[in-house]
């Protein structure tokens, strides 16, 4: 039989070609030529926090994806790239692609973070949960533009169609349908050595003696979020940098005239890592305490207080670690606060809120139990009642771009933002209760409802606006602000216009036993190329063989054929 077969195929060959180009070439080149991989879209990513504190891991530990397109709702997610909108995103359906080991996590955020509607800024409220635990599966965020919502709408619709139709309708809707595989550019994510934090002071030196009291005002500069490149931090800490910046302002001015010249030290520190348990104040501490015998923080300590997430609100809660004593320069601060509120601005709730320093907690609550932990009396003032606020460490955190939430008319957004009235009010708030304290005015006699910064000396709004719009025009993660950058040159310029003295200090994370440890690959790039669903490679497999086999049957069948005809034929040559 097949030497009849081998037979007929050499006739086919030599005397029917066009017979040989029909059976052969359509299923060689079917079989040898790929199907083309069209790139549909080419978007920036941004990967979640990957970092290690004290020792233990948090976020992803993930930087390469290269799987098929599914959203949430196929039935089916393990290994394939789930793509998920902001607005239907929930804590449930992302453990859900967990649970089934997606092979990566895309959620869509709308183009303006600051006008999303109240129920979606509900989303800041699971960040923190996200980054509780570390995992595996890369997850990434995206800005929508209408290329990527095409395709999260065509994604939806394949995924969709799998759990409501039946078996034959699902297979084959899956084979025709057009699919996307997702692609990163970047490599796997390793640890970032030797990066140094940086930390910013200056100070005004008082007048009158040598062994001064000081007082420090501290705010953090860097951002937090559950991305880093999506960390812009406006309220917490844009406000309170802003303030610190515009409090070193008015009492430079102060101090320059001899007239106003005040017998306190006034020392302003801006740190770094403060998100990452306050390591720049840390290294500053101990720079101060431990490594130097002449240093303002060793001498006379009035009192540190820490700006932090002052922007917005109608109150003003004053954190303390342990309530300060009658008689003590930060009992005066308390009460000066106090008479200043109910004086002059009585619409603002004003409270003290007591919480001892807790040792066993992985990272500090508040900036000022650093100063705490070395014993100097400190204190933190922000608009938020608690440190658990997840204002403080969302990418929700942003910069409005309304004018009309501004300026305080209009609707205001629905997250956290930037109220520049409530800002340069509270500003003149704590510049009017520092001056009382540093004046001694209360036992001079002066009425709670004398002003200070009027005028000339006024609180000045447009500089804070400004101020506050630059720090939010990039993203400030400790993780991408590195010695060298943009906000530590500036912030170090705007210091040494108003203080004298100004240094940076510097924290790297200790080779052999390191607190903190950042990674890179935190923003790359990703391609959506258009591609056939795996079945159908299958199914094209599954009909090119049964091809194969319908002409191999016919040429058996031609063959016997062919040996019939020449027997019955054969006799009948010989005859003639």
Same mark, same amino acid.
């Not at 029909?22 to 079917?30: D, G």
């Not at 608009?383 to 608690?386: A, F, M």
């Given at each position: 039989?097949?030497? /009849?077969?081998s ?11 066009? #017979?040989?180009f029909?059976?052969?070439?359509? +299923?060689?080149?079917?079989l040898?030529s ?8 080419e ?5 979640m *926090?990957q ?7 948090y976020?992803?530990?993930?930087a390469?994806l290269n799987?098929?397109?599914?959203t949430?709702?196929?039935e089916? !997610? $393990?290994?394939r790239?789930?793509i ?10 992302? *453990?859900?692609?967990?649970r089934q080991?997606?092979g ?5 955020l709308p183009?303006?973070? $600051?006008?999303?509607p ?6 800041? /409220? &699971?960040?923190?949960e996200? #980054?509780?635990?570390?995992?595996i599966?890369?997850?990434y965020f995206a800005?929508?533009?209408d290329?990527l919502l ?5 994604t939806l ?5 799998q759990?409501s139709?039946s ?7 899956t084979a ?5 595989q997702?692609?990163? @550019?970047?490599?796997? @994510?390793?640890?970032v050595?030797d990066w140094?934090?940086?930390? &910013?002071e200056?100070r005004?030196?008082?007048?009158? %003696?040598?062994?001064?009291p ?5 705010a953090?500069?860097? $951002?937090?979020?559950?991305a880093p490149? &999506?960390s ?5 800490n844009?406000?309170g ?5 515009e409090?070193?302002r008015?009492f ?8 106003t ?6 020392l302003f520190?801006?740190?770094?890592g ?6 720049g104040?840390?290294r ?5 305490l431990?490594?130097t015998d $002449?240093s ?5 300590v +009035?009192f ?5 997430t002052l922007?917005?609100?109608? @109150?003003?809660h #004053? ?6 004593k009658?008689?003590?320069t930060?009992?005066?601060l308390?009460?000066?606060l106090e008479?200043v509120?109910?004086? *002059?601005?009585?619409?603002v709730k ?9 040792l +066993?907690?992985?990272?500090l609550?508040?900036?000022?139990e ?5 014993r100097l ?5 922000s608009?938020?009642?608690?440190h658990?606020e997840?204002?403080?460490?969302s ?5 409005s ?8 008319v ?5 997250? =956290? ?7 340069s009010?509270?500003?003149k708030?704590?510049?009017?209760s #520092?001056?009382?304290?540093?004046y001694?005015?209360t036992e001079? %006699?002066?009425p709670?409802d ?8 006024q609180?000045q /709004?447009e ?7 630059w720090l939010?025009a *990039?993203?400030r993660?400790?993780q991408l602000?590195?010695k ?6 500036t912030l170090?310029?705007h210091?040494?216009?108003? !203080?004298?003295d100004?240094?940076?200090h510097y924290v ?5 036993d =390191?607190e903190?440890v ?10 959506a190329y258009r ?8 199914l &094209? ?30 006799p ?5």
């Open positions: 039989m097949f030497e /009849e077969a037979e007929v195929f050499d006739n086919m060959f030599k005397s029917s070609f066009p #017979l040989t029909i059976v052969f070439i359509p +299923a060689v080149l079917i040898v790929p199907l083309p991989t069209e790139a549909a879209h978007f920036t990513v941004y990967r *926090q970092y290690d504190l004290q020792g233990q891991p976020g992803t530990r993930n390469i799987t098929e397109a599914r949430v709702e196929a089916v !997610l $393990s290994r790239c789930v998920m909108r902001l607005v239907d995103f929930s804590y449930e359906r992302y *453990q859900k692609a967990l080991s997606a990566a996590v895309v959620i869509i183009k303006n973070m $600051s006008t999303m109240q129920d979606i800024v509900q989303f800041m /409220e &699971l960040e923190p996200m #980054l509780a635990t570390e995992t599966v890369p997850v800005l929508e533009d290329e095409s395709i999260y709408t065509q619709t394949t995924s969709s169609s759990g139709s078996a034959a309708e699902v297979l084959i809707h025709t349908a057009n699919g996307f997702m692609v990163t @550019s970047g490599a796997q @994510s390793k640890a050595s140094a934090i940086t930390s &910013l200056g005004l030196a008082g007048t009158g %003696g040598e062994d001064l000081t007082i420090v005002l501290v953090h500069y860097d $951002s937090f979020g559950v490149w &999506l812009y931090g406006a309220d917490s844009g406000s940098v802003s303030m610190l910046l409090l070193a008015l430079s001015r102060l101090y320059t005239y001899k007239r010249h005040a017998g306190y030290n006034l520190f801006v740190s770094g403060g998100k990452f348990n306050y390591q104040t840390k500053w501490l101990e720079d101060n431990d490594h $002449s303002l923080l060793q001498d006379n +009035a540190v207080l820490c700006l932090d922007g917005n609100g109608d @109150s003003l #004053l954190h303390v670690s342990k309530p300060p009658e008689g003590t930060q009992y005066a308390l009460k000066e008479t509120i109910s004086s *002059q601005y009585p619409e004003f409270s003290m809120v007591h919480k001892k320093i807790n +066993a907690d992985d990272t609550a508040w900036e000022h650093r100063f705490g932990i070395r009396p400190a204190f933190t003032l608009h938020l009642n608690s658990r997840a204002q403080r460490s990418i929700m955190d942003v910069r771009v309304s004018p009309s939430s501004r300026h305080g209009g609707e205001p957004p629905a997250g =956290p933002y930037v109220d520049l009235r409530k800002l009010r509270n500003t708030l704590i510049a009017e #520092l001056a009382r304290v540093i001694n005015l001079k %006699g002066a709670g004398l002003q200070i910064f009027t005028e000339q000396m609180v /709004e500089q804070l606006s400004s101020m506050v719009d939010t *990039q993203p993660a400790a602000v590195d060298d950058s943009s906000v530590v040159s170090e310029y210091l040494g216009h108003y !203080l004298k100004v240094r940076r790297k994370a200790d080779k052999r =390191p903190f950042f990674y890179d690959q935190l923003k790359q790039t990703m391609n591609v056939k669903p795996a079945i159908f490679d299958l &094209l497999a599954v009909c090119i063989a049964a091809y194969l086999g319908v002409i191999y049957l016919a040429i058996q069948h031609f063959g016997v054929l062919y040996s019939v005809v020449r027997r019955i034929t054969a009948k040559t010989k005859q003639h």
